[in-house]
């Protein structure tokens, strides 16, 4: 772990995931694979994000085992324990209390405006926030049922906001997908700032140039997500390499032939995102040396170039998987961490918003 004056120099980055199954390619490239190159010049924090992930059904032995596939992929991704903070989100108290104190500031329009709750809304059935009468009972398996829009869904980029601003972070890397989340943190940052005097740093996003929004392979014009029911659509960083050609050789291409990124090319932009991302190389070089190739050869060489890079990753992690009590533990030293810090913020917000000191019986 960073010494606590090194701390103190360095910008701190905040950033986090949610355990709701293996990481996807996006996660990776829009995501993870970044944060590794921070390391050295910031004081990173890294949360694995379990209160998030009970927003939608859940099963509660699947979700423990997500939480240690998690932090043993964080880790075979390149986040060094010995220069990072790793934790789960509810191992730190305080995550919970700020989000509702930035509830009470926050306009339940501007939740409902939100695209990613709107999504989450349309995915599951509904037109709007109507809800059935059924109670959120578990099924015999211990999945709970989505019987009706829950009201985490609604108030998750509250929490969000919560997380990011408990520790004063100064940059949140994230993909394209969570720039509208980030910004209602920022919103919020400066509401409370402005409602309660001066409290928290309004924390920038990072959104890298290449990668930041990688599309599903079956349907190029949809993110490509954890939770996607079709199984070529998504490529998950532990995929074996006879997956990853297979997923790869059905990814869904465009009409014609030309290896082109047009507005109309979704799924052949969608493979050029992802080689760019890979090899370092910009759109239209790439276009350039496909010229005149067919869509076959962009889709083995793109396959090469995916099992190259994950091989280490996926080795990695087979290894630490393994060795629980050692996963625990950079938990255990993360939480401890990120708890310090949050104690001081959550004090510094009690007293502002005018909460009475807690008296120590002695
Ligand atoms: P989550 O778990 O969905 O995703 C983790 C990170 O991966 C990025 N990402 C993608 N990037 C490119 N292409 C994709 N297809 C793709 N899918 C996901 C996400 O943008 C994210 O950076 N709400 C967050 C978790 C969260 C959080 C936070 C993030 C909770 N609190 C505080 C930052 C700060 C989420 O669901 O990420």
């Known amino acids: 772990m ?28 829009g995501a993870v694979r970044n944060w590794s190159e921070m390391l050295e010049q910031n004081d990173c924090y890294f949360g694995i994000v379990d209160l998030h992930a009970i927003t939608t059904p859940s099963h509660p032995a699947t979700l423990r085992q997500n939480v240690y596939d998690c932090v043993a992929q ?5 986040l060094d324990p010995k ?16 989000a509702w104190i930035l509830t009470c500031i926050t306009p339940i329009g501007e939740l409902q405006r939100m695209t990613q709750f709107k999504d989450k809304v349309a995915k599951l059935g509904f037109k709007s926030t109507e809800s059935t009468d059924e109670d959120l009972k578990f099924t015999h398996d211990g999945a709970r049922p989505q019987a009706s829009i829950n009201a985490g869904l609604l108030c998750y980029p509250v929490l969000m906001a919560a997380d990011i601003l408990l ?5 949140v890397p994230v993909g394209e997908d969570q720039r509208q989340h980030l910004e209602l943190c920022r919103d919020l ?21 290449t990668g930041a929004k990688i599309m599903s392979l079956a349907d190029p014009r949809r993110k490509m997500s954890k939770s996607d029911k079709n199984e070529r659509a998504t490529l998950y960083i532990l995929d074996e390499p006879n997956q990853i050609k297979k997923k790869i050789s059905a990814a869904v291409t465009d009409s014609g ?18 080689h760019s991302s890979l090899s370092g190389q910009s759109t239209d070089e790439l276009e350039e040396y496909f010229q005149g190739k067919g869509y076959g050869v962009l889709k083995s ?5 995916i099992s190259e890079n994950l091989h280490p990753v996926r080795d990695k992690y087979k290894e630490l998987i393994k060795e629980k009590a050692y996963l625990k533990n950079v938990l255990a030293q993360g939480a401890s961490t990120a708890q310090k810090r949050a104690n001081k913020i959550l004090s510094k917000v009690y007293r502002k918003v005018g909460f009475p000191d807690r008296e120590r019986i002695t």
């Open 74 to 78: 964080y880790i075979a991704c390149g």
């Open 257 to 274: 032939s030309e290896i082109k990124a047009g507005p109309d090319k979704h799924g052949i932009a969608n493979l050029l995102s992802i």
């Open 167 to 171: 520790y004063n972070a100064d940059l």
């Open 189 to 209: 940052a400066q509401r409370f700032n402005h409602q309660y005097s001066e409290t928290f740093s309004i924390p920038k996003g990072f959104v890298p140039k």
């Open 2 to 29: 960073p010494a606590n004056d090194e701390q103190n120099t360095k910008p701190v980055i905040l950033t986090c995931a949610q355990p709701t199954g293996k990481l996807t390619l996006g996660n990776y490239l």
């Open 83 to 98: 220069k990072c903070h790793q934790f789960v989100q509810s191992h730190v108290i305080g995550h919970t209390e700020l």
């Open 301 to 305: 060489e793109l396959t090469e170039l």
